[in-house]
């Protein structure tokens, strides 16, 4: 399984995303380019070092900083 | 969605870009470029670490920086 | 051998995925793509220095932060 | 409005450059590549952590580096 | 000569493998390929900040992160 | 006008190249070349964070590097 | 004059080599290849923050990590 179709069998369904700098977000797919792997989270929880920081109802995340997506 | 489609559809909306650096920006999206993502914002308001630093009436924000874009 | 062809031989076996920033992974190759490297995990197990932080029953680490993988 | 217009049609104007690492140019705007986004400014200051450092009569700015460009 | 002669010359050789952030690989190069520079290193040990951390059977280290190589 | 076309007439003149990580050259421009940016600089004077460091009677510096060149 | 041609002329002659990170590298260039300015060294030596760390006889340096390159 390549990881693109991974990332499109997960639409609308909750994911983690890590990111540098110790950011985490937490919602539900709603969408990703290629071969950017820019994504938008609906319904999203940031969190910095562990600690939740803000709610985010739609976030672009942009695909350069991240470091896994766990669906 | 593609990401893009969800930038497009915020155009003359408010946004918020985090950026790398504690760099956060809110204002109103008046244009944008692909693939590069670099943002126009209107009467737009810089905010360093939490702490507001600036009024820019108009900023072209660089897409490299940007860690998420909210509408 | 190409780095390629030892990645594709290494599916759906135990691997070492060292990361920039003291991260570790451990688990099952799943999938991989090309020329990212970006690479599924599965029954994975995440390490932060040394330390176990969280088991991952999936996740797609991005091949940007990836220092080396170990078959 | 895309950005490289806004880019364009500042030019013969002053312009707020932001850099990483704490740089700000303050100049008139006398040219600009693409896709590059290095800039030209003219009479321009130069400001370290919000301290002026020095007066560059032309200066070629990469467009690595920048954060912003405010018109 | 090209680097990357030297390299395909240095099959089958021991090689030393210098990556940023202190990190060593010493091994016999198995593979390689172009132009990302990934290596494949046989028996290999890995080195932090000069002192041995680990011995791996095969690993695929990437490119990216290469300082320099030393047949 | 251009960036390229301002570093094409400073040819054969002093500038001034300013690199990260408090890097600074002085000399003569004796050629650059297009999209990298890279120079050669003849007679150049290199200084740390202000101070002077070497003479290099050529040198050709990596344009990744540089935050700006002023003529 | 091009970047690439004064390296040209270099081969078989001794250069200093600048590094991110305070690396320095003198040796006899014996190759080098493009657009990537990885470099081949003959007889060479390595120094960190101005004290000599290690001979090698051959090295490959990666032309991303280079500041600068001086015959």
Do not use: F, Q, T
Request: glycine share 8%; charged share 35%.
């Amino acid at each position: 399984m390549k990881p693109l179709e991974l990332i499109h069998s997960s639409l609308e369904k909750r994911v983690l995303v890590e990111l540098r700098g110790g950011r985490e977000y937490r919602g539900i797919l709603e969408g990703y380019d290629h071969p950017h792997l820019n994504l938008i989270l609906r319904n999203a929880e940031e969190y910095m070092n562990g600690e939740k920081k803000r709610d985010l109802k739609k976030v672009i995340v942009r695909g350069d900083n991240i470091i896994y997506i766990s669906p």
